[in-house]
């Protein structure tokens, strides 16, 4: 077509134009005129143009277009305004003369809402729009809408759009996941769906109604916790959830989506490998940059059909639990069956320190090190027999009354380190340790930590914000009378803390009290893994001090909290003084 009918392509991209050429083709039907300076179209632009379907007019600072601009193009199916400086939704009335389009493409415009005008009700051929919007809200569809009552008195909307197969809201403020479903319901041809970079909140408490036949759908950037597996439509294959805040699959998930093939869970939560009971066609897995420490491959025996798995840029602590990951990515990388991708190249461990960012495969983790029966059986002989020459010669070379001397002395020194405290030294000093947190981690420090610090096993007396900041004050005169009139200060770290400007101010603060005064009074507790790479730069006092001091780690095990505790304990006794010392002049 194009060599028979050479002038049907019209290409005048980047050609800094101000207005539409008077001399366009009449027998063009492709017509680009994007990345110029046309911000009006008027009556009469496209006059005789009459076999014109597609235009795009993106890139052009396009403000007006008067109503009968598409007066004389009566085949137009493919419209872009993207990217231009349209103003207002519901003044578009230019459509009233392109109602065969089958794609129209609006986003990235100055719209402050969503609000559709009556015009939109002649695109009764529409098959993919794109819109975008500082706001949407209830009524934005009312006038496109066939409105009409069902069950529960409730308004339909989107009915006249049930041509549409792909429809992309990127980047808008949508907030309810369950409303923007119901309002998209009777989009019965939709199938693919965009709802990426938006500010979605979903509890599961209310059941979604997707559109039927979904088989493609974005949800990516949106703040999404795990709940969101109770809002899918059922007939999905492809699913995009990458960038949220989900850390598990539900294992009490009731929803089985019987044709996903494709999940993307990269940048999430994820603890460990997530199991497949829900997705029995699923082919390929994405769980790029997660939290994955040490992946359960006996998790991969729910998922029979996985073919492709993607579980580079993780965290990987090289110890014995790990010893299976790594002889699975050896095994893909020779074999057929399980492709995993990025490996080796994307596969580096964090810790221990002597291995830290060797790839995954040139680590060896010896078999007798993580076999607690074939240790014990090499080592018990030796073992024995050290034990008994060393004995033999502490009780030939009278060891211990040496040891028992070298004791009392490091007593001694150790007493004589804490007379050196003077009670005009704890002047001001009204709390053994002030606490510094992240609100998501409230619950943990309400019934741990304060329990455990403040209760009859503890006997400290703790700083907190809920119960001593003094009203009246604003936060940041609260937080330097705490850290001044506490000992101590604890902070409690995980990746909430590092995203929270407030804790910043707080550890700012109590970094500057340290140098000022002299003393080492931070004491740091790390309540979930935090790689160095999560922290801000701005955060560079904090990667200083976990560089050179010592931090106490949260353990999941409860038969190791009980130490926990007593060593964050011993690093805050001091005694206080019961009544204040006046300060002399």
Known sequence: MCASSPDIIVDLSSKNLSSVPT?????????????????????GDFKNIAFLR???????????????????????????????????????????????????????????????????SVLGKLENLTLGAKAISVGDFKNIAKAKLIEGQETVECETLSNVKKLSLVGNN????????????YMKSLQHLDLSINSFVYDGSFDCQWPPNITVMNISSGGLTEDVFKCLPKGVEVLDLQNNQISVIPPWLILKLENLSSLNLNANRFLDLPLCNNFPKMTELLLKSNSLHAPSVKNLRSCPNLKILDASHNP???????????????????????????????YHCIYPEVVRDSKL?????????????????????PSVALIVTVFFLCRRLDVPWYMGMIWQWARAKHRARMRQLRPEDLVGIEFHAFVSYSQHDADWVKNFLLFNLEGPTGGLRICHHEKDFVPGKTIMENIIT??????????????????????HYELYFASHQRLSQGLDSIVLVLLEPLPQYLI?????????????HTYLEWPQDKAKQ???????????????????VAETE
């Open 316 to 346: 990987f602590t090289c110890t014995c639990p790990l010893r299976h990951f790594i002889r699975l990515g050896i095994q893909a990388e020779y074999e057929s069956g399980l492709e995993l991708l990025n490996w080796p190249e994307g």
């Open 482 to 503: 705490c850290v001044e009139k506490s000992r101590r200060s604890v902070f409690v770290l995980s990746a909430h803390f590092v995203k929270s400007e407030w804790c």
């Open 361 to 381: 495969e040139n680590v060896w983790i010896p078999e007798i090190s993580c076999s607690a029966s074939l240790l014990a059986a090499t080592i018990l002989v």
């Open 174 to 185: 949508l907030k309810s996941l369950e409303v923007v479903s119901k309002r998209l319901h």
């Open 536 to 548: 801000p730069s701005k955060y560079y006092q904090l990667k200083s001090m976990m560089n050179r």
């Open 562 to 580: 009980r130490l926990f505790w007593a060593n964050l304990r011993a690093a805050l006794q001091t005694d206080l003084l019961s009544e204040p």
């Open 23 to 43: 001399d366009l083709p009449l027998t063009a039907e492709y017509i680009d005129l994007s990345c110029n300076h046309i911000h009006q179209l008027h009556k």
């Open 54 to 120: 597609f235009l795009n007019m993106s890139w052009n600072g396009l403000e007006l277009i008067e109503t009968e601009t598409f007066h004389d193009t009566p085949l137009l199916e493919d419209l872009d305004l993207s990217h231009n400086m349209l103003r207002n939704l519901s003044d578009q009335q230019y459509l009233l003369y392109t109602g065969n389009l089958r794609v129209i493409n609006l986003a990235w415009n100055e719209f402050l809402n969503m609000t559709l005008g009556k015009e939109f």
